[in-house]
């Protein structure tokens, strides 16, 4: 059970007794900490964007109509419109990955901002709540950013696209908490080339994003399902081609389920990091 506190409290240092690991307690103080990070992130808000459209893109067009020449449909569908559904997940997924590694980090480590925002009435898990939500946002923006794109070229035309955009968000969610984890972990900015390497770029390969489950060795499969960029592309993809997902309730339940334990790991992590 986490807890929401609707009162102010000043931060008391934790002290040797107090298990890192208990549930975080958490008010909606919060929100102060994300509109500090929004109103930073709007003054490059349009190279941010930028940054966030042109590499899905890239990988949409490049792969989608010069792969799609030579495949030319994949379960009846064009290549490109496969693809597309893939390519909002994974934008999503990188956005998140992105903010809670390198941009938090520097908030944490390098900057110390973390320390500064403490001093107010707020909690250390606020703050990590604070960036996952933060980075959770900026997913959105990013995934409805490349949705509206596909939309644009005509690469789904089914009114049930509208349901990806809260599929987006959890996405967001889910793959913040885990980036958080590697971030309360993390010695320096090298160390997350590990996690794009080993567990980012892997997930991307084998969780439905270019080429169907199906197609993947037995026990290949087996260990895609595991993976939670699987889920958000099992449903992202009926909805974008027109028609509704099976399974909806496994789906969000495993995302759901990588969100929390994530976040419950990544509030235990910081607090043995920088109240021990």
């Known amino acids: ?7 102010p409290s000043l931060v008391e240092p934790m002290s040797a007794t107090t298990h890192f690991a208990r549930l975080p307690s958490l008010s909606w103080r919060f929100t102060s900490v994300w509109l500090r990070n929004f109103g930073v992130w709007r003054k490059l808000a349009a190279p941010s964007l930028l940054g966030n459209l042109a590499d899905p893109m890239i990988y949409l067009l490049g792969l989608g109509y ?9 379960d009846g569908v064009p290549y490109v419109n496969f693809l597309a559904a893939g390519m909002v997940c994974f934008s999503s997924m990188n956005t998140a990955s992105f903010e809670t590694l390198y941009s938090a980090f520097s908030r944490m480590h390098v900057q110390r901002t973390w320390e500064g925002i403490m001093n107010a009435p707020l909690t250390l898990d606020d703050v990590v709540l604070a960036e996952m939500m933060w980075a959770a946002s900026k997913a959105t923006l990013s995934g409805t950013a490349i949705l509206l794109v596909v939309s644009l070229f005509g690469f789904t035309t089914s009114p049930l696209a509208v349901g990806v955009i809260p599929l987006i968000f959890l996405i967001g969610v889910t793959f913040s908490a885990m980036g958080l984890v590697v971030t309360a972990l993390a010695p320096n900015y090298d160390f997350f080339m590990y996690y794009f390497t080993l567990f980012i770029t892997p997930m991307a390969l084998l969780s439905g994003v270019f080429f169907p489950l199906d197609q993947l060795p037995g026990a290949l499969q087996i260990g895609a399902q595991m993976l939670p960029l699987s889920h958000a592309v099992a449903l992202a993809r009926p909805m ?16 759901l389920g990588y969100a929390a334990v994530a976040f419950w790991l990544a ?6 990091r920088l109240l021990k």
Not at 66 to 74: D, E, N, T
């Open 267 to 272: 509030v235990a992590l910081t607090r043995r």
């Open 240 to 255: 974008m081609l027109g028609h509704l997902p099976n399974d909806v309730l496994l789906h969000v339940t495993v995302l």
């Open 66 to 74: 010069g792969l799609g020449a030579l495949v030319k449909s994949v």
């Open 1 to 7: 059970m986490i807890i929401i506190s609707a009162s």
